[in-house]
């Protein structure tokens, strides 16, 4: 029989999977979070649900906040289950579930002045955001925020208003300033490099087109610290939701499966204070970036490597394509000899082990992760995991042949059909002008090299496109398997 997901219901759970030791009566919010999808709950509520199981730190709960149509959705299926979810975490051998309760309350989405209230609360002293790589207002060539996106121009005309995320923190912080609260730290939880900063750029840019001085006053007093998150955490589908069901006997509207391996590298930058995280198995310290570079370049742009050869190849979960000795024999030769080289060293960290580990993690059969996933949004994801190594290996005369190969698959997948000529579904904000240039492209490369915002200088460079076009010219003639082989005999 199911139990369904409810505080009431907690004592029947404890039987199926670790529930609160804490009395969630006693929490009170601390954070304000934007983005409660699955990587959140799987990452930064698992460490503070620890946290709070040690009877500390109360007053550090979680709001959520959320500015999309979806949000609404999500909120009110996290609502009628108390705010609760169920964690399951899944190795080879192993598969444990646990509820967290972090959470407390959810702002109703599209609620504006309830969210900009609570960002004025002096008990919210955090504002977290997981928005995805690409919901922070970039250009992907340069990495520089973009004032001009239409989102930002509207939020710039009518700041009373905002639509964005950094638009509401923009006024939750002018409303702060004027009523002479100290400003909350804002804490970026997503796979950017110096997100920390890239944070600052979008809020304190957006500021800088309202008013200067507030501007100036963001800069000098808010806290952004970098940081480093990482925990494999697959979409939930009816498929997570049927074991869950299953095989632990909860009613879980939206549950979050991971691997049981997490790491949270921070700076520690937190003027209006801050949780114990340290006591969950966060690491602070002075400098974040020698950690996010080793993670966005090895575990990303591993991922980014086996995405498009494994879709090519019809290959749906990411377990099956390391067990493809070709898409394994591509990701180990392209790290080990092009992107792991181009990492400089990471504090007590032997960088050989840490690439051992991601392919075990990537290996894991019980996790379920997708290909899809994986390929999802590369016009972000290229550019912040692939196209960095490319451009530092071309700056120092090195071989790019396999980096190069990498973004010659993702122009055959954006093309939008498979080696065996099925459909590849719409998985990324840009699909129409990447399919139209990936199409061109099978007769003119350079016309997805041509794509400015997307690869900037690597696209100018003659050796780039010429290895390029040759390997884009080998996956239209002799399809993936084949162009592999020949890589991997070179």
Same mark, same amino acid.
């Given at each position: 029989?199911?139990?369904?997901?409810?505080?009431?219901?907690?004592?029947?759970?404890?039987?199926?999977?670790?529930?609160?030791?804490?009395?969630?009566?006693? /929490?009170?919010?601390?954070?304000?979070? $934007?983005?409660?999808?699955?990587?959140? =709950?799987?990452?930064?509520?698992?460490?503070?649900?620890?946290?709070?199981?040690?009877?500390?730190?109360?007053?550090?709960?979680?709001?959520?906040?959320?500015?999309?149509?979806?949000?609404?959705?999500?909120?009110?299926?996290?609502?009628?289950?108390?705010?609760?979810?169920?964690?399951?975490?899944?190795?080879?051998?192993?598969?444990?579930?646990?509820?967290?309760?972090?959470?407390?309350?959810?702002?109703?989405?599209?609620?504006?002045?309830?969210?900009?209230?609570?960002?004025?609360?002096?008990?919210?002293?955090?504002?977290?955001?997981?928005?995805?790589?690409?919901?922070?207002?970039?250009?992907?060539?340069?990495?520089?925020?973009?004032?001009?996106?239409?989102?930002?121009?509207?939020?710039?005309?009518?700041?009373?208003?905002?639509?964005?995320?950094?638009?509401?923190?923009?006024?939750?912080?002018?409303?702060?300033?004027?009523?002479?609260?100290?400003?909350?730290?804002?804490?970026?939880?997503?796979?950017?490099?110096?997100?920390?900063?890239?944070?600052?750029?979008?809020?304190?840019?957006?500021?800088?087109?309202?008013?200067?001085?507030?501007?100036?006053?963001?800069?000098?007093?808010?806290?952004?610290?970098?940081?480093?998150?990482?925990?494999?955490?697959? #979409?939930?589908?009816?498929?997570?939701?049927?074991?869950?069901?299953?095989?632990?006997?909860?009613?879980?509207?939206?549950?979050? $499966?991971?691997?049981?391996?997490?790491?949270?590298?921070?700076?520690?930058?937190?003027?209006?204070?801050?949780?114990?995280?340290?006591?969950?198995?966060?690491?602070?310290?002075?400098?974040?970036? +020698?950690?996010?570079?080793?993670?966005?370049?090895?575990? &990303?742009?591993?991922?980014?490597?086996?995405?498009?050869?494994?879709?090519?190849?019809?290959?749906?979960?990411?377990?099956?394509?390391?067990?493809?000795?070709?898409?394994?024999?591509?990701?180990?030769?392209?790290?080990?000899?092009?992107?792991? +080289?181009?990492?400089?060293?990471?504090?007590?960290?032997?960088?050989?082990?840490?690439?051992?580990?991601?392919?075990?993690?990537?290996?894991?059969?019980?996790?379920?992760?997708?290909?899809?996933?994986?390929?999802?949004?590369?016009? &972000?994801?290229?550019?912040?995991?692939?196209?960095?190594?490319?451009?530092?290996?071309?700056?120092?005369?090195?071989?790019?042949?396999?980096?190069?190969?990498?973004?010659?698959?993702?122009?055959?997948?954006?093309?939008?059909?498979?080696?065996?000529?099925?459909?590849?579904?719409?998985?990324?904000?840009?699909?129409?002008?990447?399919?139209?240039?990936?199409?061109?492209?099978?007769?003119?490369?350079? #016309?997805?090299?041509?794509?400015?915002?997307?690869?900037?200088?690597?696209?100018?460079?003659?050796?780039?496109?010429?290895?390029?076009?040759?390997? /884009?010219?080998?996956?239209?003639?002799?399809?993936?398997?084949?162009?592999? =082989?020949?890589?991997?005999?070179?």
């Amino acid at each position: 029989m199911l139990t369904k997901l409810a505080d009431a219901n907690l004592s029947k759970i404890a039987a199926k999977a670790a529930v609160p030791a804490y009395d969630r009566a006693s /929490l009170t919010a601390g954070i304000l979070h $934007f983005g409660i999808g699955n990587f959140h =709950r799987a990452h930064q509520a698992v460490y503070l649900d620890d946290l709070f199981n040690e009877g500390r730190d109360h007053d550090w709960a979680i709001v959520g906040a959320g500015v999309l149509p979806s949000d609404k959705a999500l909120k009110d299926k996290l609502q009628r289950q108390d705010y609760l979810t169920t964690v399951v975490e899944q190795e080879a051998g192993k598969s444990e579930a646990r509820v967290t309760g972090a959470m407390i309350d959810y702002v109703e989405p599209g609620d504006t002045a309830a969210i900009i209230a609570r960002l004025a609360d002096p008990a919210i002293r955090i504002v977290s955001l997981t928005i995805t790589e690409g919901g922070y207002y970039i250009d992907p060539a340069s990495g520089r925020f973009d004032p001009e996106h239409a989102d930002m121009r509207h939020d710039a005309e009518d700041p009373d208003a905002p639509k964005t995320v950094f638009g509401l923190i923009l006024a939750g912080l002018k409303a702060r300033r004027a009523a002479g609260i100290a400003p909350f730290t804002v804490m970026s939880c997503d796979n950017i490099p110096g997100n920390g900063h890239v944070t600052e750029n979008a809020v304190a840019g957006l500021a800088e087109r309202i008013d200067t001085e507030l501007a100036d006053w963001i800069r000098a007093e808010v806290a952004f610290p970098n940081g480093m998150v990482d925990r494999i955490t697959p #979409a939930t589908g009816k498929r997570e939701i049927d074991i869950l069901s299953d095989e632990f006997g909860i009613d879980d509207a939206w549950p979050v $499966f991971c691997e049981d391996f997490r790491q949270w590298v921070l700076e520690d930058r937190f003027p209006a204070g801050r949780p114990a995280l340290e006591r969950a198995g966060v690491t602070f310290v002075e400098d974040v970036a +020698p950690y996010e570079l080793m993670k966005i370049r090895i575990l &990303n742009g591993g991922h980014a490597t086996i995405a498009y050869p494994a879709a090519m190849m019809d290959i749906h979960f990411v377990h099956e394509a390391m067990e493809n000795d070709l898409v394994r024999g591509f990701l180990q030769k392209v790290e080990r000899d092009e992107i792991i +080289p181009c990492v400089p060293p990471v504090p007590d960290t032997d960088l050989d082990d840490y690439y051992a580990l991601i392919e075990r993690r990537f290996s894991n059969p019980k996790i379920g992760d997708t290909v899809a996933r994986l390929a999802l949004d590369g016009s &972000n994801r290229q550019p912040k995991f692939i196209l960095p190594s490319t451009a530092d290996r071309l700056k120092e005369g090195r071989s790019i042949t396999g980096l190069a190969l990498v973004s010659a698959l993702w122009c055959r997948y954006c093309a939008g059909t498979s080696d065996s000529g099925h459909d590849i579904p719409p998985n990324d904000a840009s699909h129409a002008r990447l399919k139209e240039a990936a199409l061109k492209a099978k007769d003119d490369p350079d #016309a997805f090299l041509a794509l400015e915002d997307i690869f900037g200088a690597v696209g100018r460079s003659p050796l780039f496109r010429e290895t390029f076009a040759t390997h /884009l010219s080998s996956l239209w003639t002799h399809g993936t398997a084949d162009t592999l =082989r020949r890589y991997l005999q070179e």
